[in-house]
Structure formats: C-alpha cells, structure tokens
C-alpha cells in the first residue's frame, strides 16, 4: 500500500506535531524523513522516518515495581519515562524478555498500526549513523542495514522537550524541490566503489521489498 506524497508528507508533519507538543517514551533530539519522499516521488511506497533519541539517567525504582506488578514488564522509568507510561500505559511495548523497548514504544505513540511507515530509532544523528551503518556494512560484506544517505532534517530539538521545526525542508519537500544523486552515486561519494555501490543498492532495494506495513528497526552507535 503507498502513500499519495501530500498524505506522506502530511503524516511526516504529524509526527513532528507530536515529538514537538507530547511527552514521548524517551527525549527525542533529531526527526528525518529519507528515500522516496525524500526525492520528490509520487506515490510514495513507504515513509522512511529516522529519530534520534536520547538514552535516560536515573532510575524510578516505583515505577519500575508499579508496572512490574501491574503490565509485567522491566525498565518503566529507567529506559522509558515513566510520565510517558503513566500517561499511555495501553501503549507500553516489551520485548521478548520481558524489558520495555524505546523503538516499540515510540512506534506505537507515533504511528498507525498498519500503515507503510518504516521508523528507525538511533542514538545517533542520523549522518553519524549513515556513517557508522555503511563502515560495518563493508566490514561484514553485507549491505542490508544501510541507511539510504539522502535525507532531509525536518525537526531539531534539546532532548528536554524544546525543539525548532525546519518550515523550510517542509516547503521544499512540498514542492518537490530538492535535488538528491541516484543511491548508487550518494554510496560513491561515501567511499564505496562501483561494484559495492551496485551490491549495495540490490541488498537494500530486497530489503525494501520484503516489509509490508509499519515496520520498526532500533539501533545503537
């Protein structure tokens, strides 16, 4: 299912919206769209949104136990904010081990269940992470977890709940007017050659072939 590219762009601006005016799971620093809407196309296939969190200090030993006792889970007030999970307990994701997951929960206060929005979660800015993800990339010989480099920062904030939207990626990104390389010539400029480039642009391309609906990826740098 795509995405007319007025309402991609409408939800990039609703995601904004909400990181800019509510408490979310954990402080959020950076918001970032990238790839096809990022480069103009219409209908968009999937809306690529990339946050940068920052990780908490401190630990609400009460909060912990309250919804140890009352959801099952660990980590309420130590990985996420227990405001936030006071707030919005149906909304409060675990992993399989039973700890609360940043990623999960923040997907879950953002997005709509089934639509086609992929959400990366980083503590790193989304340029340092391109970096880093293409290093280990060529290390390991596998391309799947690249992050496509050409993204547009919509959203810049304190981490303590202040932040400055870019009004200006936003008109931009409504006309269409941003120039963006092939993804082959963006990987290029970052170091890899020709045959790695084409290797990478298929691995991602499968990658994106194969999610359907919301899909959620965490990382740390």
Known sequence: MALERETALDRAEAIVETVATETTPVPV?????????????DPVDRLNVYVTKDLLFGRDEAAAERFRDSHGVEGVGQTIRAEWAEQHPELVRA????????EQCLAAHLLEPDEP?????????????VTQRLEGARARGNYEQLLDPRGVCLWL????GSGRRSDDAFRKLREGSLAFPTLAE?????????????????????????????SVRSDVV
């Open 117 to 129: 929005v992929h959400l990366e979660v980083c503590n790193a800015s989304f340029e340092d992470n």
């Open 95 to 102: 992993n399989r081990s039973g700890h609360v997951a940043p």
């Open 157 to 160: 904030g304190d981490g303590e």
């Open 29 to 41: 620093r950076e918001v970032w769209v990238y790839g096809d809407v990022a480069l103009g196309m």
């Open 186 to 214: 963006s990987l290029s400029m970052l170091g890899l050659d020709e045959d790695e480039a084409r290797e990478a642009v298929d691995a991602l391309r499968a990658v994106r072939e194969r999610r359907d609906g919301r």
